[in-house]
């Protein structure tokens, strides 16, 4: 039943799984799948917006949200909440900014940060992360 309503991920035949694209898909989609169960409304994935892909769009009530999901297994450099470097934030406005020209009242940008560890995985969803 889930499978109809989530897209199961499995990883192309030949390629193992530690693959960064498809670990990549893989949180992507374990973070629609959250944002889903907590009330938001599943819009696009991979959206190109002033020329930054956006990694999910969902709506939040009546808010449009960008999504910006990050998964990491290893945290010498922090977790994956840290890896939003200013660079990345700046991008991130930027797509909020065309999103706003095209007519939608006050975009927020949340970030779902997924920690791979040896005991599980911990998903932290930060709400209206980047301002600007």
Request: glycine letters at 10%.
């Amino acid at each position: 039943m889930l499978e109809s309503v989530f897209p199961v991920f499995r990883p192309r035949e030949g390629v193992a799984m530690g693959d960064a694209q498809d670990r990549g898909r893989a949180g992507e989609a374990l973070a629609a799948a959250y944002l889903e169960l907590v009330g938001c409304r599943f819009v696009a994935r991979n959206v190109r917006l002033a020329g930054v892909e956006v990694d999910l769009v969902v709506d939040d009530g009546a808010s449009r949200v960008l999504v910006e999901v990050r998964l990491r297994s290893r945290h010498d450099y922090g977790g994956a909440s840290a890896t939003i470097v200013r660079a990345k934030r700046e991008r991130l406005i930027r797509a909020a900014r065309a999103l706003e020209q095209q007519g939608v009242r006050h975009p927020r940008v949340d970030v779902v940060a997924i920690d791979l560890t040896a005991s599980g995985v911990t998903l932290t969803h930060h709400r209206n992360a980047v301002t600007g």
